[in-house]
């Protein structure tokens, strides 16, 4: 058996969506596509506005300008029951003296729903979740983890069309906050039912989604796959934010090379080649370039002077911390394996292939690539 579905209607468009707090302005003309079926995770900074954008396509805020349809239907005069949503909140908000059986039938109940169908998907909740051994259990008598499961299998029974996640995780411990990762993303696989979660977690946000909407002060910076999002960032902020650890940022100016390439140069001999098109940049401009920690390699002989203050080793990966020789901002370089170089060692590491950021640094934003390259 399996949870029953009718047709599918869990697309969602929000148009020009605006929400004021008084004349506090926390969501500014946000648009946004979201088809049936994607697992689409919204992230940023505390105080972003995800956790509003989602209250507000449940239902639970109104908004101030703008529409939100579901299904290709207007939901914006619908109460959050009509919306046909189900959310999971950071609290489990589960009620202590109801049976876990009890939590996941009550609002069905409400509905009235007939007690065989009410049955037929709490049994199949709970074999989704693993949840049959504590049915006639309260929620005292479970660990967080499984609380987490209860509130989540009260969503499943509603057969909701869009099922919204505010920071679900946030109350776990790191280790069962892995294995509640997973076992959302086989949820998701397993229903095909579109999903909108909230994290102030990038690692989350890279693991799960098919889809990340990355928010800055109630504005939306960039949208798109999380290898599109890691590869590509648009500005400086996408750039910084998404990545663990954060991506270098060296300052620099542009050279213009006799093949008409751009390069950039941070203060030392050896030049750094990037992939900008040099109709976008003039000679001497200044800049900012990016390098992840793991695209830097290691030479020999040429490279950027690095200088080594201390190392993590982890066993199977190794972060290596210092900075450029003669400057103070802080570098960090990934290696594979256990690295362990000596304080104050010089390494010469250079950015890999195309793996060169670069951004203007007034408006933050990417500097375009050549015609054709990804």
Known sequence: MVIYREQAMGDLKLTNLNKAFGTVHVLHDVNLQIDDGEFVVFVGPSGCGKSTLLRIIAGLEDVTSGAIAIGGRD?????PAER????????????????????????LENLKFKRAEIDARITEAARMLAIEPYLDRRPKQLSGGQRQRVAIGRAIVRDPDIFLFDEPLSNLDAALRVQTRAEITKLHREM????????????EAMTMADKIVVLRAGRIEQVGSPLELFDHPRNLFVAGFLGSPRMNILKGRVVIGDDRSVLVDVGYPTLLRSDVDPAKVTAGQEVLAGVRPAHFALSDSEGLPFEVQYHE???TETYVYGNLQGQSAQVIVHRYGHFAPAPGAILKITPQDDRLH????????ALGRVSGRA
């Open 358 to 365: 670069v951004f203007d640094p007034a408006s933050e934003l």
């Open 192 to 203: 095909q039912t579109t999903m909108i979660y909230v994290t102030h977690d990038q690692v």
């Open 313 to 315: 080793s982890l066993g």
């Open 84 to 107: 046909k949503i189900a959310m999971v909140f950071q609290s489990y908000a589960l009620y202590p003296h109801m049976s876990v059986r009890k939590n996941l039938a009550f609002g």
């Open 75 to 79: 939901v914006g005069a619908l109460s």
